[in-house]
T-cell receptor
Framework: NAGVTQTPKFQVLKTGQSMTLQCAQD?????MSWYRQDPGMGLRLIHY???????DQGEVPNGYNVSRSTTEDFPLRLLSAAPSQTSVYFC????????????FGPGTRLTVL | AQKVTQAQTEISVVEKEDVTLDCVYE???????LFWYKQPPSGELVFLIR??????QNEISGRYSWNFQKSTSSFNFTITASQVVDSAVYFC????????????FGKGTKLTVNP
């Protein structure tokens, strides 16, 4: 099993550009989440999904969109990047047993200039 | 709303010292789960332990031990005989039974173990 994979590992954007951070898992997990990590702030939940076709907002959803068309994939879209979105982004998944631990991907380091 | 406080921003110790990382949480729910994750300098997040609110037994895993006290809303983590490889940022996290997927993290404690 590859676990949770994220692409790209690093990305530099200009303000106003759009992009999609990819996340995939091969563990057949129903639950997937996106977090951002900023210095001194810990991890904050952006969006999450409890299954294909079902998504919901977390603590800091503004400026981000998600969709979940398959169990495996949970992409995070930045429609118009802003410098405030400079961060490290982590995708995570877990199975349906409440509340088993989440498995995290390796992260994507995003810089918005 | 749930909240996790890790008051120690940074801790520095010398190898072989024991060190305790504090975690204090707030929740209105009677059913909840607490976690500790480790983030080494390489950046990945490593799961260490999960504890539910009905299990107050302390746990020991090798040099790691956890002290869960509901009376003080604390879930502290102790590393015995610390090693350089323990250098990392450690996060405490909480999810409420009624909080769906909303896992809330503390801001983390950066532990540096010097040789």
């Amino acid at each position: 099993n590859a676990g949770v994979t994220q692409t790209p590992k690093f990305q530099v954007l200009k303000t106003g550009q759009s992009m999609t951070l990819q996340c995939a898992q091969d563990m057949n997990h129903e639950y997937m989440s996106w977090y951002r990590q900023d210095p001194g702030m810990g991890l904050r939940l952006i969006h999450y999904s409890v299954g294909a076709g079902i998504t919901d907002q977390g603590e800091v959803p503004n400026g981000y969109n998600v969709s979940r068309s398959t169990t495996e994939d949970f992409p995070l879209r930045l429609l118009s990047a802003a410098p405030s979105q400079t961060s490290v982004y982590f995708c995570a998944s877990r199975d349906s047993t409440f509340y088993n631990e989440q498995f995290f991907g390796p992260g994507t380091r995003l810089t918005v200039l | 709303a749930q909240k996790v406080t890790q008051a120690q921003t940074e801790i520095s110790v010398v190898e072989k010292e024991d060190v305790t990382l504090d975690c204090v949480y707030e929740t209105r729910d009677t059913t909840y789960y607490l976690f500790w994750y480790k983030q080494p300098p390489s950046g990945e997040l490593v799961f260490l332990i999960r504890r539910n609110s009905f299990d107050e037994q302390n746990e020991i895993s090798g040099r790691y031990s956890w002290n869960f006290q509901k009376s003080t809303s604390s879930f502290n983590f102790t590393i015995t005989a610390s090693q350089v490889v323990d250098s990392a940022v450690y996060f405490c996290a909480l999810v409420e039974w009624g909080g769906s997927e909303k896992l809330v993290f503390g801001k983390g404690t950066k532990l540096t173990v010097n040789p």
